[in-house]
Structure formats: C-alpha cells, structure tokens
C-alpha cells in the first residue's frame, strides 16, 4: 500500500499559497514603481503577503524534516502543500502573527504542525532537528531578504523597496530569535527536550501552552525589551541593513499614519 505521502495531491503547491506569492510579485512591483499615490499601501501588501509566505515556509520546513524522519502523516494532514489554512488554526496560526506585524512591527511565530513523534527514527537529534528547521527557515529568509544589502547593491534601488526589505527581513530576524529561546512551546525548547531527563520534561510541560505569552510579558518589562531590540539591530548590521532603514520601512508599512517625505538615504 502506498504511504500517507506518496500521494501527488498532498506535495502538491496549495492555490492559496501560490496566490500570495503572486500578491507579493505584484505589490513589489508597485513598490518598486514608486507611484506616490499607492507605494504605502503596496508596501503593506508587500510586507504581509512575504510575512504569510514565510510563515507557511517555516511550517513547511518542520513537516518536510518530520516526513523524512519517519513522520508520513504530515502528507495526509496537508502541511507539504503550503497552505497557510492547514498550519492549525488560522486566527492562531496567520491572523494572529500578521496583527502583532501591524501593532508592533513584531514577527510573532505562529503556526503550528502536529508531528507525531512516535513515527520518528533515528534518535534524539532527529527531534531536535525537526524543531529547528522553523526557525532556521527565518534566519536563512532573513540572509537572502539582506543580500542586496551586504552585497552593496542597494545603490539604484527605490527607497521604499529597499526599506520594505529591511523591515521584512527584520520580521524574519526576529521570528528566528524568538523561536529559538529555549521556552516551553517554542522551538528553541523543541531542540533541547529530547536532550532532558522525563522529570524535566514532565516539570515544563504545564508551561507549554504559555510560552510565548510569558515570553511577549517578558518584552513589556523596558531593559529586557531593550537587550531584545539591541540584539535584533546588531544582527541586522551584521547583514548590511541600518536601523533608520528597518524604521523607515515600518513608517511606509503604516500607510495608514502618511508616508514618510522626503526620505534619502545613504547609498541610495
């Protein structure tokens, strides 16, 4: 009998997925056009359609590794098709991250794939790999999101392109940091479980389904939110992209507050 994940339709790229890299071609298209009266609006279109991209991309990436593993449910459940409506429930999984991108210019994991454990062969690692293929998605994004950047090849490139960029990228810095801290429910705790004795794991359980709550409390307190934001900025540096860059491209996001004027920048 063939597997769960032999069949064609469960690979096969979901339309919606497909609709929104269209959306994202277009709206960067119209970004990179410039035409004053829509280059907000387009930006917002661009940002949220690259966030969604990217969201379904880091799902993909736990589903694919868990299907290589051993986990063949992960074809039946649909998580191999890209669709953003199959990553659990959308409100949690996309509405959710993309209100947290427009209230605070936050990439917030979201989504979710249920792996079945017990499927997975080849030891410990293979769980810890699974969990950090996510986040991994983000920080590769973010690389390839810079590269204008750190190739110096920003030079005749639109500012409001260039800064929509910077503030995707920054969603992508951000998405791959928070993921990794080693907090029950995250990612970052996904790779150090199997590595745990069963009274720890037995011990951190109960927090599982707060985690991000307890970790976006811990971003209210200001010197925390401090370090948090230093180190977001020092990473994006590292990869050519300013911090007037990534603010510029939050204020063109915000079209809803005006369009920043008479914008240059260095380079540019």
């Known amino acids: 009998m063939a597997s ?3 069949h064609p339709e469960h690979h096969r790229i979901s339309p919606v997925f497909l609709g929104l890299a269209a959306l994202m071609g277009v709206s960067g298209w119209a970004v990179w056009s410039g035409r004053a009266q829509v280059t907000g609006f387009a930006v917002f279109l661009f940002v949220v359609s690259g966030w969604v991209i990217s969201l379904c991309l880091h799902e993909y990436a736990h589903a694919r590794t868990a299907l290589h593993a051993g986990d063949v449910s992960v074809g039946a459940k649909g998580y191999l098709t ?5 990553y659990t429930h959308a409100l949690l999984s996309v509405v959710l991250p993309v209100l947290f991108v427009i209230m605070g210019g936050i990439g917030l994991p979201g989504g979710a ?3 079945e454990r017990g499927r997975i062969r ?8 699974i969990s950090a ?6 920080a590769l994004l973010a690389v390839l999101l810079t590269a204008p950047f750190w190739l110096d090849a920003m030079e005749d490139v639109p500012v409001a392109f260039r800064t929509a960029l910077a503030f995707l990228a920054l969603l992508q810095v951000t998405a791959a940091l928070l993921n990794l801290l080693p907090v029950p429910g995250l990612d970052g705790y996904g790779v150090i479980e199997p590595w745990l004795s069963a009274g720890a794991r037995r011990q951190a359980e109960p927090f599982a389904p707060y985690g991000l709550l307890i970790v976006f409390g811990c971003l209210w307190i200001p010197a925390v939110n401090d370090v948090f934001w230093d180190a977001i ?3 994006l540096r590292s ?3 300013s911090d007037l860059e990534t ?3 939050l204020e063109y996001f915000r079209f809803w507050e005006g369009e920043p004027q008479n914008v240059h920048l260095p380079g540019g």
Do not use: E, F, Q
Not at 133 to 138: A, F
């Open 122 to 129: 080849g030891g410990r690692w293979k769980h810890s790999l």
């Open 82 to 86: 890209l669709n953003p409506l199959r």
């Open 113 to 115: 794939v249920y792996i």
């Open 233 to 235: 900025d020092a990473v």
């Open 4 to 6: 769960a994940s032999s």
């Open 239 to 241: 990869l050519g992209v």
């Open 133 to 138: 293929s996510g986040p991994l998605t983000n």
């Open 247 to 249: 603010y510029l491209g």
